[in-house]
């Protein structure tokens, strides 16, 4: 691997930490928020995450691409 692409994965592994972590704050304020009846919004949200998870696939598969 090239130094060049070896920073790209490093960059783009510490995004996806970052990534995890917001989907990680934004499940428990949505059963927060889902616990105190706002259902709708709770749906909303676990919508989006299940993009987040998606997106976090093709992530993974793009930085193990560049690492090999």
Known sequence: M???AAIAA???ELLMMNQTALRAALEEISLWVSQRGSTNVHHNVLGALGALDTHAEEV???IERLRS
């Open 60 to 62: 993974f598969s793009g």
């Open 2 to 4: 090239d130094e060049k």
């Open 10 to 12: 490093d960059t783009l």
